[in-house]
């Protein structure tokens, strides 16, 4: 049982603690950074945000090729797909970024640990790695950045095979040619249109009667409609009661209606923070409710000197939220200070198009009583979004009735993942529409529809 000894020790490798490790290291900390598997980079980088875009990049060009290259006037002879090029490029794309880790870490000095972190009482971390070596690790501090993994359903738990999770969904070895989604959020969408780039009939059932629960619901509308004209079908407001292999297929059932039949089901109905084999009870700290590991404004948990971030901690999960969480709090080590702004979070769908928001929706204003204008401006007015054959969505603003600060923006629209960011530092400044109204977009840009947006908060817009 060989010893070591760091200041502090950061258990998982994922966003939230590969990027706490980092910002420790360059704070003059000496940093160790648990992590059980492999390759670095956490669900994100290993089976999350990373593959999954590579794969949308790819299925997005491939239907582009096959539907609106001709309206470009560019003629596609013997057009094909080739899945297993296209799965490798997607895994040299993982590989290059988990890489990129190993180098960041060794420029920082990061000392990496491979194996299973656990708490062992206070100040002490036990690594088990898989070839049975165990080592111990004093450490004055411990950050726990364990994340997350799928959520299940009860009678459609996932069999790796028929019934999936998003993991196996992002290497199916051949087309299904009848995928069923069960859940309509971010990861069910993205997944799902990705198969039905590539040729799989999708259909997606969610519980509530709308997709993409949580984000503002004319912006969720609009997203339907589009997603339904690509070939998606919805089935809205159902109960899946059960899924499971069927023969060479799968069955779901579904509450008071006919079970419906693919070839592959893909269970995307959630996260749930992850802290399996943590050692919480060696330190005295107890999980929510919600399985989370409860922690002050500066990330504390009950334990002394063992903080938490990132997916394992309340808050949207999301990899930025999980980085921004790791810098707060071990500058708030260091430094005493550590902020994260949680009104300013975007969170992006990276369906075609993409659907964007930050701050508050419409129904959370109305709930709250604020008084606010909207103002929206459609892509289908801007040139560039003419000039790129995509027009469908809008962007909308909200502002607040009084002082015209901005309180939450909303994109349904072509990139509207790049353009949520001036909205984001629009909010983190304390912006108001006019602030946004009265600098100068580039023309011809996507972005002039957020500025004609923002100048439709006060009923002027120019190009509408
Ligand atoms: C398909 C999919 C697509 C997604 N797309 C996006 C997206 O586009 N944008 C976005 O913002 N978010 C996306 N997410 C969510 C994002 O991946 C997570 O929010 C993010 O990874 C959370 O970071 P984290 O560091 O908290 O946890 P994780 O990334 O889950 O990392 C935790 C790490 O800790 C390790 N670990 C756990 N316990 C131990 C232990 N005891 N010892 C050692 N190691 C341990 C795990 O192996 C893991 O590597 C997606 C997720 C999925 C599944």
Redesign the pocket.
Known sequence: MAGAQHDLVV???????YVAAIRAAQLGLSVGC????PAL????L????IP??ALLESSELYAEARKTFGRHGIKVGGLDLDLAAMLKRKQDVVSANTKGIDGLFRKNKVARYL????LDGPGRVVVAGGDGAVTEIAATRVVL????T?ATLRGAEPDGERVVT?TEA?SFPEVPRRLIVIGAG??GL??GSVWSRLGASVTVLEYFDRILPGMDTEIAAEALKVLKRQGLEFRLGVRVTAARQDGDGAVVEIEGQDPVRGDRVLVAIG?VP?T???GLETVGVKVDERGRIPVDAHFRTAAENVYA????IAGP??????EDEGVACVEGIVTGYGHVNYDAIPN?V?TMPEVASVGKTEEQLKDAGVAYRAGSFPFMANGRARALGHTDGKVKILADAATDRILGAHIVGPRAGDLIAELAVAIEFGASAEDVARATHAHPTLAETIKEAALAVDGRALHI
């Not at 980079?41 to 994100?44: A, D, F, R, S």
């Not at 999960?317 to 999980?322: D, E, G, Q």
């Open positions: 258990i998982g490798g994922g966003p939230g603690g648990v992590e059980k598997e980079g956490g669900t994100c290993r089976v999350g945000c999954s875009k194996g299973h972190g656990k950045a364990t994340g997350s799928v998003s992002l971010a990861i993205e997944l996260r992850y399996e084999g943590l971030i990132g997916d394992v999960m999301l990899a930025h939220k999980a992006v990276y």
